[in-house]
């Protein structure tokens, strides 16, 4: 029997199989809430049990279908505020519209931010996530923010694989300060993948900078999308001697033709995390899920009683 009698897992439909798995791990249950549909496509949500005094936290990627998931999240947030819960985290291991955290031209929206605006309005005390795609955005908050990083779950797994002439590979120079920590924890070289983006969701690889001939490549990103860039950045890649391509990520969005691109491309494996839910035809035998429920299940034990979540990191 769970200790935590003032805590209380609430999910939405954007994955409650991930809130499953971190109630679970704390040993308690997901706490009833109806989240339905009128008619006419507004979201309606209804709790089922009394939150009054409690340590809640509400789970619920904003991945696709990304504004029905947001929605979800806000209005539950709304409810739980007025039935007077003592503390609400949003629980959002995958933030959406985080891509456009910044203006790359003219007239350009900054998304993160008004996103990170109405989290706050909506009554949220706290937010948890997990690799936000840039680090600026935890400055877009006016509430305190934990950000937890993936990258030592990847790390276990590859350790555990013991690839022999293993080197890190980051898919752009953005990505840098991600691709060092894993090769720091697997303790092998770095390379960097030197590209441009024309224009969304569309790169193309200019240089490689590192030795990468006769090596296992593991490279790294924050998300798949429509997988453009980790497959023509794995082509690369064995045209300047891989040995073996890995491809590893948190989020995978896998929009568009992604699954298509995975399955012909010359990657032998994908590794992601379930911070976002993968459907079936999603499913290929080369993608392996790593589950980080135990992750978020120790920082929300953390945040609950009190204690450090930069121990998480070590």
């Known amino acids: 029997m769970s200790s935590y009698k003032r805590l209380k897992i609430f999910t939405g439909n954007s994955h409650p199989e991930l809130a499953s798995d971190i109630a679970e791990y704390l040993g308690v249950e997901v706490s009833a809430a109806a989240v339905k549909t009128f008619s006419d496509g507004e979201i309606n949500v209804n709790l089922g049990e009394s939150v009054r005094g409690v340590d809640v936290y509400v789970v619920q990627p904003t991945c696709t279908p990304v504004n029905d998931n947001l929605m979800e999240l806000l209005i539950m947030i709304d409810a739980l505020r007025r039935a007077s819960a003592q503390r609400i985290t949003a629980v959002i291991p995958y933030y959406g519209y985080a891509r456009q955290d910044r203006k790359t031209k003219a007239r350009d929206p900054i998304t993160s931010k008004l996103v990170a605006n109405i989290i706050v309005a909506s009554g949220a005390d706290r937010v948890l996530s997990v690799d936000l ?103 690369a890649l064995i045209k300047n001697g891989a040995r073996d391509v890995y491809v590893c990520c948190t989020h995978p969005v896998l929009s568009g033709a992604a699954i298509e691109r995975l399955d012909k491309s010359c990657i032998k494996e994908v590794v992601i995390t379930n911070s976002i839910p993968l459907s079936k035809e999603k499913r290929l035998p080369k993608i392996k899920v790593l589950s980080i429920a135990p992750l978020l299940g120790e920082a929300i034990i953390r945040i609950h009683e009190d204690l450090s979540v930069s121990k998480l990191f070590d």
């Not at 080197?167 to 840098?176: I, K, T």
């Not at 200019?206 to 990468?212: P, Y």
């Open 133 to 235: 795609h840039a680090g600026q955005i935890q400055g877009f908050f006016d509430i305190p923010l934990d950000h937890l990083q993936a990258v030592p779950i990847i790390a276990e797994y590859f350790l555990n694989k013991k690839l022999e002439d293993a080197v890190v590979v980051s898919p752009d120079l953005g990505g840098v300060t991600r691709a060092r920590n894993l090769s720091d924890r697997l303790q092998c070289p770095l390379a960097i993948i030197d590209k441009r983006r024309p224009k969304p969701n569309v790169a193309e690889v200019m240089n490689l900078i590192g030795e990468v001939k006769g090596k296992n490549v593991i490279m790294i990103d924050d998300i798949i999308d429509t997988a453009g860039t980790i497959t023509l950045g794995a082509q």
